[in-house]
Every structure is written in C-alpha cells, then in structure tokens.
Nanobody, 124 residues
Framework: QVQLVESGGGLVQAGGSLRLSCAAS????????MGWFRQAPGKEREFVAA????????DYADSVKGRFTISRDNAKSTTYLQMNSLKPEDTAVYFC?????????????????WGQGTQVTVSS
C-alpha cells in the first residue's frame, strides 16, 4: 500500500493561488494513477483532477478547468495541484488519491489509497 501525505493548504483571498503537494511513500509511485478530490462541509466528495501514471493523460472537473493544473514528479514521488484564480466555492478539504490499476477515473471508489486531506479556504 502506498501512503500519501498532502500539504500546502491554507487561507487565501479570492483570485489568489495555492499549490498543493501530495508526497507518496511505501510503494512504487511511478506506476500509479493519481487524483485530487475535494469535500466541502455537508457535500459529497467530488472529483477535481487526475493524471495517469504515464503523465500523458489528464482530466479535470469542469468547475476547475483552466484554473487548476495537476502534475507529478516521479523522482520526488510527489503529485501537485496548482490552483489559480481561486473562488470561495473552491473552499473544501482536498484529498489526493492513488490508483494502482486501470487508468484515471473520476469515481473516488476506484482509488485504493488516500491522504488525510488538507484544508483550503478561500475568502471573498
């Protein structure tokens, strides 16, 4: 099993930027598809972005397309989520997830390892 630890969350004003990091350990990172999800209070966990283990394929939720960018550095076993032009509705706990089999997915059930989450709060 791979262990994931997120960092980089915080409080930012609307229009600002944050970069989340997700450091992996324990198992091979380079062959895992990676995803970012978020969960706001009282809402279900929702897909944000994903990147295939090859690094050649990405997917984004419509709500973040053009503002967020997912990337990975296999040498550092780390996945990043660059978030620009943040909006108050982006406020949530952000989780990274790893999927050992298959391809990238928007369904959180398909991921077999999760981090503990990092809080992102965007003030208006």
């Amino acid at each position: 099993q791979v262990q994931l630890v997120e960092s980089g969350g915080g409080l930012v004003q609307a229009g600002g930027s944050l970069r989340l990091s997700c450091a992996a350990s324990g198992r091979t990172f380079s062959n895992r598809n990676m995803g970012w999800f978020r969960q706001a209070p009282g809402k279900e966990r929702e897909f944000v972005a994903a990147m295939a283990w090859t690094g050649t394929s990405t997917d984004y939720a419509d709500s973040v397309k053009g503002r967020f960018t997912i990337s990975r550095d296999n040498a550092k076993s780390t996945t990043y989520l660059q978030m620009n032009s943040l909006k108050p509705e982006d406020t949530a706990v952000y989780f990274c997830a790893a999927r050992r089999t298959g391809w990238i997915s928007r369904d959180f059930h398909d991921y077999d390892a999760w981090g503990q989450g990092t809080q992102v709060t965007v003030s208006s």
